[in-house]
């Protein structure tokens, strides 16, 4: 069986934020892995990542549209607790910023800053190497038996409101025991972060 | 002055019968049919699955201030809702004559292109300027009462929604219907609005007139 890898994508350089005409209210300002990253409202989308973002569906039915909600106790979040969750659990190394889509999807669109990619089949029950994932995220493991009390805050994100990438990530995860509360739905994803202006990042591994 | 514009009229077109479906609802639905005033809507996405969005909701960077994000919940117990729950109370609460769904941007906006189903109440006729508001609130259903209140016990449901994450519109309208004493329970924001409804295809309505 091939061996799915957890892809912890580190973050590049931060972008130099351009000129700042539009804050989102302000300018949200962090740091991630010793790098500084300014999430702002830019005025123009970069060219080379609209033609996938702004497609305005995907085939179904594997990639459908999605409720609002996804998992029982798992909270779905807006740009503004986004960029709080980034500047305060992500920071403080907390919480985690995932990216569940595959990474071929991220290097084509670019992806949110201090965001790491944890594609979504590598923590589907089938993956003999998932309780590996488990552990790199804070699940201590003792004679077979989880504990999640010391397990990260979570936020997934996938393409967007069409995609089925972090609804699928989020219900193995909740199936798997992870605690719903340590877990949030940034729903909109790449599609609705990049309509609004706000910072991407290119590159990385 | 603030004069009230008048409330909605909704054009509709008829609901073309769908083809192939390639880009689904969800996996077990491929349209959302509903009725309102006796007319039949129907929902569906756009087949082409290259499509990409035209106009106004490709635009990214609309000023902010007035232009700024909106948080997920608006608080004070209005559900916020997502594509999936728009449609479901379209079928259920707009066709059995208890819902609206209210767009609350400006008549010139709504003309161009609006939810099938919506009906128009800029969010500056509901502000509390506005000397005609409690006939809008009596048409919404609510009731008059001794001492000046209304009783809104029996007021329609709403979900209210404007151009996107960014408007504050609908945000506007729905805290001046709470600020009147509209129940926070029978109100829902859909947040996404026609910038997110567009950007997964789904259908929409236009009444502009081309004269």
């Known amino acids: 069986m091939k061996r799915t890898v957890l892809a912890c994508i580190a973050i590049g350089t931060s972008s130099a934020a351009v000129a700042q005409t539009l804050p989102v209210t302000a300018d949200a300002v962090f740091t991630f892995n010793g790098q500084e990253i300014t999430i702002s409202r830019s005025a123009t989308l970069p060219a080379d990542s609209f033609d996938v973002v702004s497609r305005a569906y995907s085939d179904c039915p594997a990639p459908c549209l999605s409720p609002m909600i996804v998992a029982s106790g798992v909270a779905t979040f807006g740009e503004l607790d986004v960029i709080e969750f980034m500047s305060g659990p992500v920071e403080d190394g907390d919480g985690l910023l995932i990216d569940a889509r595959l990474p071929a999807d991220r290097q084509a669109g670019g992806f949110i800053p201090a965001s790491v990619n944890i594609p979504s089949a590598t923590v589907a029950p089938e993956n003999p190497y998932r309780d590996e994932i488990f552990l790199a995220l804070g699940v201590e493991q003792f004679q077979g ?6 397990a990260l ?42 309509t609004l202006g706000l ?5 990385g591994q | 002055m603030i004069r009230t514009i008048a409330t909605a009229t909704c054009i509709l077109a008829a609901g073309t019968m769908a083809q192939a479906q390639d880009v689904r609802i ?15 809507f129907t929902v569906t996405r756009d087949q082409n699955t290259n499509a990409v969005l035209q106009g106004e909701f490709t635009r990214t960077s609309r000023a902010c201030p007035p232009h700024c994000l909106q948080p997920i919940s608006l608080g004070s117990g209005v559900e916020t809702f997502g594509e999936l729950e728009v449609m479901s109370y379209l079928e259920t609460s707009v066709s059995d004559g208890i819902g609206l769904l209210v767009d609350a941007r400006s008549p010139q906006e709504f003309a161009i292109s609006a939810i099938p189903g919506s009906v128009n109440v800029p969010f500056i006729t509901l502000a509390a300027e506005n000397r005609f ?14 001492g000046g209140a209304m009783d809104f016990s029996g007021a329609m449901d709403l979900a209210v929604y404007s151009g996107g994450v960014w408007s504050n519109d609908a945000p506007m ?3 001046n219907l709470i600020e009147a004493g509209y129940p926070a329970e029978k109100i829902h924001y859909y947040r996404g609005g026609m910038q997110a409804w567009t ?3 789904l259908s929409t309505i236009s009444s502009a007139n081309p004269g």
Do not use: C
Not at chain 1, 156 to 177: E, K, L, S, W
Not at chain 1, 199 to 203: A, H, I, L, V, Y
């Open chain 2, 26 to 40: 969800t996996t077990f639905k491929s349209e959302s049919t509903f009725s309102l005033n006796g007319i039949t």
């Open chain 1, 153 to 194: 805050s979570l936020v997934v994100f996938d393409d967007g409101p069409a995609t089925q990438d972090a609804p699928t990530f989020i219900t193995d995860m909740v199936d798997a025991g992870y605690p719903p509360e340590k877990i949030s739905y940034y729903r909109g994803g790449m599609q609705v972060w990049t």
């Open chain 2, 173 to 175: 309208a729905i805290q």
């Open chain 1, 199 to 203: 910072t991407t990042q290119k590159g």
């Open chain 2, 199 to 201: 950007h997964v295809g």
């Open chain 2, 133 to 146: 508001r409690p006939d809008i609130l009596r048409a919404l259903g609510a009731v008059d009462v001794a």
């Open chain 1, 145 to 150: 038996i989880f504990s999640f009390d010391a």
